[in-house]
C-alpha cells in the first residue's frame, strides 16, 4: 500500500498489520477499529482521518499530517509523533502517556480530558489549547507558551512549569 492515494476510504475493521503505508494518502479515511499494529506510517497524510479504536502497537508516526484527525479515546501511549502534524487534533481522552511529542504541532489541538503524564512539552507553542481535565502530572511543560491555554480542572501535580508562559 506504500505510496497509495486512499482518499476517504472506508477501512473499518481492515487488518493492516506491518503494512507499508509510507508516502500514503488517506485523507478523511475512516480507520475505526483497523489493525494498524507495527504499521509503516512513515510521510503519511491522515488529516481528517478517523482513528478511534485503532490499533496501533508498535507503530511510529514520522513526518504524518495528521490535521483535524480523530484520535478521540485513543490508546496512544509510549507512541512517537516525530515531526507529526497534529494541528487541530482531536486527542481528547485519549492516552498519551509518556508519548513522545517533540518537534510535534499541537496547534489548535484539543487535549480535554488526555492523560498527558510524563509527557515532555518542553518548548511547545501551546497556546489556546484545551487542556481542561487533563492529567499532567510529571509532565515537563518547561518553557511552553500556554498563552490563553484551558487547565481548568488539570492535574499540574510535579509537573515541570519553570519558564512557561501562562499569561491570559
Known amino acids: 500500500m506504500k505510496g497509495a492515494i486512499l482518499y476517504g476510504v472506508d477501512l473499518r475493521e481492515a487488518d493492516l498489520y506491518k503494512a507499508d503505508l509510507t508516502d500514503a494518502i488517506l485523507t478523511g479515511a475512516n480507520l475505526r477499529d483497523t489493525i494498524l499494529e507495527s504499521a509503516k506510517l ?4 491522515l488529516q481528517y482521518a478517523k482513528l478511534y479504536k485503532t490499533i496501533l502497537a508498535d507503530t511510529e ?10 484520535f478521540c479515546g485513543q490508546n496512544l501511549s509510549d507512541k512517537t509523533f516525530f515531526e507529526t502534524n497534529l494541528s487541530g487534533a482531536d486527542l481528547a481522552y485519549s492516552n498519551l502517556v509518556y508519548a513522545q511529542l517533540n518537534n510535534a504541532d499541537l496547534s489548535g489541538a484539543l487535549l480535554k480530558g488526555a492523560n498527558l503524564a ?4 518542553s518548548h511547545q507553542d501551546l497556546n489556546d489549547i484545551d487542556f481542561r481535565g487533563a492529567n499532567l502530572f510529571a509532565s ?27 499569561e491570559k
Do not use: H, S
Not at 508516526?61 to 480523530?70: E, G, I, P, S
Not at 510524563?118 to 512539552?121: A, F, R, T
Not at 518547561?142 to 519553570?162: F, S, Y
Open 61 to 70: 508516526f514520522v513526518n504524518v499530517d495528521a490535521r483535524k484527525a480523530n
Open 42 to 45: 512513515n510521510n503519511v497524510k
Open 118 to 121: 510524563g509527557v515532555d512539552l
Open 140 to 166: 515537563n511543560l518547561e518553557g511552553a507558551d500556554l498563552t490563553g491555554a484551558d487547565l481548568r480542572g488539570a492535574n499540574l501535580i510535579n509537573a515541570n512549569l519553570k519558564n512557561a508562559n501562562l
